[in-house]
C-alpha cells in the first residue's frame, strides 16, 4: 500500500494545531515520515533509466544523432 495512503493526517492536524504554518508542517511532518518512499521511488527511476542508457547504446549506430542531441 502507497505510503501517503497510511499517513495519519492527525499528526499534520496536530502541528497545524499547535500553531505550525502549513509550510512548516509539510517540511517537518510529512516529509519526514515520506522520505523512505521518495528515496526508494528515486532509485528506481534512476536503474529504470540507467537500463534505457545500455538499450540505447546497443540499439544506436555510431555517428547516429539521437533526439535530446538535436
Same mark, same amino acid.
Given at each position: 500500500?502507497?505510503?501517503?495512503?497510511?499517513?495519519?493526517?492527525?499528526?499534520?492536524?496536530?502541528?497545524?494545531?499547535?500553531? %505550525?504554518?502549513?509550510?512548516?508542517?509539510?517540511?517537518?511532518?510529512?516529509?519526514?515520515?515520506?522520505?523512505? %518512499?521518495?528515496?526508494?521511488?528515486? %532509485?528506481?527511476?534512476?536503474?529504470?533509466?540507467?537500463?534505457?542508457?545500455?538499450?540505447?547504446?546497443?540499439?544506436?549506430?555510431?555517428?547516429?544523432?539521437?533526439?535530446?542531441?538535436?
Amino acid at each position: 500500500m502507497p505510503l501517503l495512503q497510511r499517513f495519519d493526517r492527525s499528526l499534520e492536524e496536530a502541528a497545524l494545531s499547535l500553531g %505550525a504554518t502549513p509550510f512548516h508542517s509539510f517540511f517537518l511532518v510529512l516529509v519526514p515520515v515520506i522520505r523512505p %518512499a521518495v528515496v526508494a521511488g528515486a %532509485a528506481m527511476a534512476f536503474i529504470t533509466s540507467f537500463d534505457e542508457v545500455v538499450l540505447a547504446l546497443f540499439l544506436s549506430v555510431p555517428g547516429a544523432t539521437t533526439l535530446p542531441s538535436s
